[in-house]
């Protein structure tokens, strides 16, 4: 029997790149606040907010898993961070244990170590590190994730993406990329991995200028297809240097680290 699988936010960006990749093995309902009309097979759309409990609830009746997508995805103020990402992924969360769905897939973000300087690797188990308002409140979801693993029995696996796209399209994101297919590999391992109880991983394609370890992705059985260094001397060739003097060409997460940033650089490196 095909499962049911709810996307969040599934007229997003990420929803729309994976969706194709996904519904040839599963049933997938699409949850979004705006209305999705390019429906494939395998897909129906429910019009609903993550903010609205009740049309959660309706939403997971029948499902298998969730894939959570939804949120603030810009560095708003606090106020919508929180409906967005704290609020929002509680309800998420809670609905899902409410209506004994056994897995959910989070998507959090490269963000919530965004601090890091970019000449350390890093793997998903350090400090975190939120270069941002939108990389403190994704930083929740996870350990939401990790409460209702714990708490309730929930399977959890968190993706720290990366960016997601065809190609990557400066030097920065060299290093974090992610291919759709790989993403939604990630996605697959969360949904099946018959081990899992909560993990972080990152969501990055096979990079060789990674900032990140990615072991516990690989000990779970990713295996990426594709490599931002495929169009590493194009976007080489296209793009000029970071200046070495800003903070945003020094830390894993690039501008959104600088936007409201204050004081001296060497206290980022020095920790």
């Known amino acids: 029997m095909t499962k049911t699988i709810l996307v969040t936010g599934a007229g997003g960006v990420v929803g729309r ?15 979004d606040r705006n209305a999705i009309a390019d429906l494939g097979e395998n897909e129906e759309a429910i019009l609903g907010d993550i903010a609205d409990r009740n049309a959660l609830a309706r939403a997971m009746h029948g ?6 997508l939804a949120g603030c995805t810009t560095e708003a103020g606090i106020e919508e961070q929180i409906t967005g990402n704290v609020q929002g992924a509680w309800n998420v969360f809670d609905a899902a244990r409410a209506a004994g769905i056994e897995r959910v ?37 996870e350990q939401a994730g990790a409460f209702f693993a714990d708490q309730f029995g929930l399977r959890v696996l968190a993706i720290r993406v990366g960016f997601m796209g065809d190609r990557p399209v ?3 994101r060299l290093a ?40 516990t992705a690989w000990r779970l059985g990713y295996r990426p297809q594709d490599s931002a260094d495929d169009y590493a001397e194009a976007v080489m ?35």
């Open 17 to 31: 790149a994976i969706r194709p990749l996904l519904r040839g093995s599963y049933r997938l309902r699409l949850f």
């Open 63 to 68: 499902a298998s898993a969730v894939v959570h």
């Open 105 to 141: 897939v989070f998507t959090s973000s490269h963000h919530v170590v965004g601090h890091y300087p970019r000449h350390r690797r890093i793997g998903s188990d350090v400090l975190l590190r939120p270069d941002s308002r939108y990389g403190l409140t994704k930083a929740f979801g």
């Open 170 to 172: 400066d030097r920065r």
């Open 176 to 215: 974090i990329w992610t291919s759709p297919r790989d993403l939604a590999q990630l996605v697959r391992i969360g949904l099946e991995h018959e081990a899992l109880r909560f993990a972080v991983v990152y969501g990055v394609s096979d990079n060789a200028r990674s900032f990140f370890d990615n072991a």
């Open 237 to 271: 060739a296209a793009v000029p240097p970071e200046d070495p003097d800003r903070l945003a060409s020094r830390v894993i997460g690039g501008t959104m680290a600088e936007a409201s940033f204050v004081g001296d650089i060497a206290r980022i490196e020095d920790w």
